[in-house]
């Protein structure tokens, strides 16, 4: 197969590259490096079946050939950054969605959305079920985000209702090598505090609760999703819910390290529980997470203290 990953220099994105050109496809990294990084992808430069398009997706796509299928993963993710960007943020969702939607139905070619947990916002239901239509405050400072994913759900279920071949997987907080360490969200900040001997800042009183998937189980959804014809939308992530306090207790006695737990106020619209119901990514794509938690976190770590802390903070 011959396909585009928008975002493909990201966290999620170079894996999902990786994974697709070691089974031998041809893969279209287009990615405007607002967040991704040429070191995640860099191993695969010299490749004849990988391309780099350097581009803004809210553009029209210049990807010329052949094209099977196309994933969009491009998107600000973290909270700081889409906080910090919330125009933008919206656009590429948005008009950036569309001009994906455009590429795939020029070439008849396989579409997958890269959704979020976040389209359930702070969610009265639980666990999150993929028939739930969510809980969120459109005038929020997170509805940059989760209104710009939630509006490119709507967009591509009107495509497919025209005819094109579409699906969307709603991602749940996901953890692995290559997460930007000043990205803010709760693996990596844990982790540097943990490494760095600062406290550790957790939000509220720490009993909200998130599901850690590892990205190489998340992967393996993608290319199941890639390589059939469901619509979805389905929910990629780990069933497994730990509370926030839990979860800074075990990086720390991972890392080894003997940092306090902070307490601050939590932040608005901030979701007090997050836990995917998985049943229909097993019966449509027979696909279950496999890394436990310890052992994803251990990688993590590892991989983090091998790149250092500034890696992400001193780059341009």
Known sequence: MRVVVTGGAGFIGSHLCDALHSRGDHVVCVDNLAS???S???HLLASRRFTLVEQDIREPIAVIGEIDAVVNMASLASPPAYLAEPIFTLQTGSAGTQNALDLAARHNARFVQASTSEVYGDPLVHPQTEDYWGNVNPVGPRAVYDEAKRYAEALIAAYVREGLNGGIIRIFNTYGPRMRTDDGRVVTQFISQAIEGAPL????DGSQT???CYVSDLVR???AMIDGTYFGPVNLGNAHELT????????RDLVGSDSPLEFRELPEDDPKRRRPDIARAQAELGWSPEVEVVDGLSKTIDWIRCVGLDADRTAV
């Open 210 to 212: 998130r599901s850690l």
């Open 40 to 42: 995640n992808i860099e």
């Open 221 to 223: 959804g993608f290319v």
């Open 244 to 251: 926030i306090r839990q979860i800074a207790e075990l990086v």
């Open 36 to 38: 991704g990084r040429l």
């Open 201 to 204: 800042t957790v939000y509220g």
